[in-house]
């Protein structure tokens, strides 16, 4: 995301309004260990951490959940 619109609740906002517009499907994301602002986001959408390795973490959330 740009700078210039960053720590404006947007990433939050786009995430929840897939969700909730695909709410039928399971989603799956992967972060780069050392981003700490994607990590919130998708850890406030209340995704649920399935997997770390060296680099990634793993983030799952699944329908009707």
């Known amino acids: 995301m740009d700078k210039n619109f960053r720590g404006k609740g947007i990433g939050f906002r ?3 309004r897939i969700i909730n ?10 972060v780069v260990k050392g981003n700490k602002n994607s990590k919130k986001i998708f850890i406030k959408n209340q995704f649920k951490i399935i997997e770390t390795n060296e680099n990634y973490i793993t983030y799952q959330k699944l329908k009707n959940e």
Not at 21 to 30: G, I, K, P, R, V
């Open 21 to 30: 517009d695909f709410s039928d499907l399971n989603f799956y994301a992967e």
């Open 14 to 16: 786009m995430v929840n």
